[in-house]
């Protein structure tokens, strides 16, 4: 349940915009009669592909939104390796229902769920072609393993959100970055835990990073957002 509240956080923290400014990312996925949408973050790179976000606000149920796809997404796809494939695909994830389909280079996918003021859902185009990392991953300490990487450009700026799963407590973990990021040339400006989350804050070179590091099951769970100038 930490895990999923901090990935919620990392998505949540990005500016929301009008879904006219998405320069036709989201073209791909019709509307259901009635039903409204607003972008949410454009271009990210997530584990290494392209996605962009938005919300869908239907006025129908989930049921007779989903059936809108199902006959909308009907016909089949023929993949680039010349396989067909059926038109959309449908699966759940916890109380998530999800219908997708691909469609030349992109990954379109339809979230639906009930929420205590009406229906929930998503939209996302995710490009299939893998992308170079922009940044190395950040150090990792023993027994950890990275479980998400978000990058973004805003502004002139360039970010990126690492989430990362060990099996050592918060405070083993923030000790091993002190002093990892200290020889990687990184100047600690404030450390502090109030009997809470371990945070750090460094900088280097214009270069800002923050690190959060909070109990979990079995070990701990730790946000590492890097910010810097997109030269």
Not at 77 to 93: C, D, M, T
Not at 131 to 146: D, K, T
Not at 174 to 203: C, I, K, M
Request: aromatic share 4%; proline share 6%; charged share 20%.
């Amino acid at each position: 349940m930490k895990r999923q509240r901090l990935a919620a956080a990392i998505l949540s923290s990005l500016v929301c915009t009008g879904i006219a400014a998405d320069d036709g990312i989201f073209d791909a996925i019709p509307l259901p009669p009635g039903a409204d949408s607003e972008l949410v973050a454009l271009g990210l790179v997530q584990n290494g592909y392209r996605v962009s976000i938005a919300t869908l606000e239907p006025a129908a149920t989930i049921e007779d939104t989903l059936t809108f796809y199902r006959e909308r997404w009907s016909e089949p796809v023929v993949e680039r390796s010349g396989i067909e494939i059926p038109g959309h695909l449908e699966s759940a994830a916890g109380d998530w229902s999800i219908i997708s389909r691909i469609e030349d280079e992109y990954n379109l996918v339809v979230q639906l769920r009930q929420a205590d003021d009406g229906i929930e859902g998503l939209l996302s185009v995710l490009e299939l072609d893998l992308l170079e990392p922009a940044v190395a991953a950040p150090p990792l300490p023993p027994g950890s393993e990275i479980i998400s990487t978000t990058s973004a450009d805003d502004a002139g700026l360039a970010s990126t959100t690492t989430l990362i799963s060990s099996r050592a407590r918060p405070g083993i973990v923030a000790a091993f970055y002190r002093e990892q990021l200290a020889r990687d040339g990184w100047q600690l400006v404030s450390d502090s835990d109030d009997n809470g989350p371990t945070v750090l804050l460094l900088e280097r070179s214009g270069a800002r990073m923050e690190l959060v590091s909070t109990d979990a099951q079995q070990g701990s769970l730790t946000v590492v957002n890097e910010v810097h100038t997109n030269d």
